[in-house]
């Protein structure tokens, strides 16, 4: 059977994902398990069109809030975000159960494997630690990634096929040797490959950058819980939830490269770009193949291609909504700073009060007191 589908192979990564299919994914029939034939279509168009996007799920009042008055998370003292994380993981744990969606024990991460090089497969967090060495200011995004960012928003932002089209393979090789060989011993050099480099080449490079990390953007442990929240009605608000979960590193260029996105997709009269187009290439970056997929067949692996790029499309979509706080934390934070002082609670001694509602074992409002040492276990066990 012919394959009739247009592919993009990445080739740094070694893994091939469809990313366009005008028609069906078989030329003819498709051979049904019982030995009869089937027309059903399994082009990747067809898949896509025929869902609602994650983005009109989310047109509901909530969603169209413009964050006026709302804390982001970059405002934050580490402090606060200690004492936050278990809050935020129980609000996303009450907000998937609601769906169906099993969150669980979030699992440690992988031991991280041995980093090559000294630029490229190497995480964030080694990154801002190479950076420390070269300049005095403390930053969050890697000086790598502010660096290609800004020649692409300089140069690029209006160049048709920006991202979609690959920059020449000699060149590409050549300069990403280059830089790993020079960005840290001399930044003017590497400034200078940077500044005299062909747009489809640095496009190229972000994606390789992204892809070689020791762990994926959205990291080892929170990826799947991501890509789960597609199937959560208010899936902005579970992303919301799940960005403030990032390290701080993640977070931070993540923040960066989808800024980046939404400018090239407010230039697509120029560039050609839509946000379909835009979610279609950036997608396997930020929701790696060989980490989601199972071995379940084609269509199966279609079809999580095509979720994986709505997921894409929506975050394009949300922008600053995601690194918003919820009201409800902020207030529940600043119980917990004050000792609790400025709320009468059911529980008295001066603890923060978190309700539960869990109408499948009969819980309806339940208050459970919390203090910064309080843990998502603690309240489970409760």
């Not at 030995?35 to 399994?42: D, I, N, P, Q, V």
């Not at 020449?168 to 200078?192: G, I, M, W």
Request: a neutral charge; glycine letters at 8%; hydrophobic letters at 40%.
């Amino acid at each position: 059977m012919l394959l009739k589908f247009l592919i993009f192979v990445y080739r740094f990564s070694n893994v091939v994902c469809v990313t366009r299919s005008h028609d069906s994914l078989f030329e003819n029939e498709r051979y049904t398990g019982g030995g009869g034939r089937s027309a059903e279509a399994l082009g990747f168009e067809e898949m896509w069109a025929g869902g609602e996007s994650l983005t009109s799920i989310n047109n509901n009042e909530d969603s169209q809030d413009d964050g006026s008055g709302r804390t982001r998370v970059d405002f934050l003292a580490e402090e606060d975000m200690t004492v936050l994380r278990p809050l935020i993981f129980v609000e996303l744990s009450a907000l998937m159960d609601k769906s169906g969606q099993r969150v669980g024990k979030v699992k440690p991460a992988k031991r991280k494997r041995k980093e090559d090089g000294t630029l490229f497969g190497l995480s964030l967090a080694t990154l801002l630690e190479k950076d420390s060495h070269i300049m005095v200011e403390t930053h969050s995004v890697p000086l790598v990634f502010q660096k290609v960012l800004g020649e692409l928003e300089k140069r690029g932002i209006q160049e048709e096929g920006i991202l979609r089209v690959a920059g020449n393979k000699q060149r590409v090789e050549s300069l990403c040797a280059k830089l790993d060989h020079e960005f840290y011993t001399r930044p003017e050099v590497a400034d200078h490959l940077i500044a005299s480099a062909h747009v489809h080449e640095l496009s190229t490079l972000l994606k390789r950058l992204i892809r070689l990390m020791p762990q994926p953007l959205l990291t080892s442990h929170l990826l799947h819980l991501f890509y789960q929240s597609q199937g959560v009605p208010d899936c902005l608000q579970a992303l919301n939830l799940l960005v403030l979960l990032l390290p701080t590193e993640h977070r931070a260029t993540l923040y960066a490269l989808l800024t980046f996105l939404a400018n090239v997709v407010a230039n697509q009269q120029s560039n050609k770009m839509s946000a379909h187009n835009v979610a279609m290439i950036m997608a396997p970056s930020f929701f790696p193949p060989n980490v989601l997929v199972a071995k379940s067949g084609l269509k199966a692996e279609l079809g999580l291609a095509v979720q994986c790029c709505r997921l894409m499309e929506a975050m394009m979509d949300a922008g600053e909504r995601l690194w918003l706080v919820p009201n409800q934390l902020i207030r529940q934070l600043r119980i917990i700073n004050t000792g609790g002082r400025k709320e009468n609670n059911d529980i008295g001694g001066g603890a923060a009060v978190v309700r539960i509602d869990a109408p499948q074992f009969l819980l309806n409002s339940v208050p459970i007191a919390l203090d910064k040492y309080s843990t998502v276990g603690d309240v489970i066990i409760r």
